[in-house]
Nanobody, 120 residues
């Protein structure tokens, strides 16, 4: 499975971005998809996950601001990020797993990441 993220960028505090992840696989619906982020000086952390049938999960810092969704027909996963804060600044990674998990070690496939920078 190859994953390619796009849609990151620079935005001011309070703004929005919608990065997405394109998956190259014929069995996209076999995977639960997650988003993780890695900020300088911090460990990589779970952001959100979406099961193959649409159940969604969020880390506490992003609940109510971020929305994950997927288009199984197009092999795409989106992360709508609203009311962005400077502390959301990080490289955001898309990942695929055969089981739903908040642990990065349970994800088998990773994209290269997309930079999100929120200016104050």
């Amino acid at each position: 499975v190859q994953l390619v993220e796009s849609g990151g960028g620079l935005v001011q505090t309070g703004g929005s971005l919608r990065p997405f992840c394109a998956a190259s696989t014929d069995t996209f619906m076999s995977y639960d998809m997650g988003w993780f982020r890695h900020a300088p000086g911090k460990e990589r952390e779970f952001v959100s996950a979406n099961t193959w049938n649409g159940n969604t999960y969020y880390a506490d810092p992003v609940k109510g601001r971020f929305t994950i969704s997927r288009d199984n027909a197009k092999n795409l996963v989106y992360l709508q990020m609203n009311r962005l804060k400077p502390e959301d600044t990080a490289v955001y990674y898309c990942a695929a797993s055969t089981k739903l998990s908040v642990s990065s070690t349970d994800y088998d496939y990773w994209g290269q990441g997309t930079q999100v920078t929120v200016s104050s």
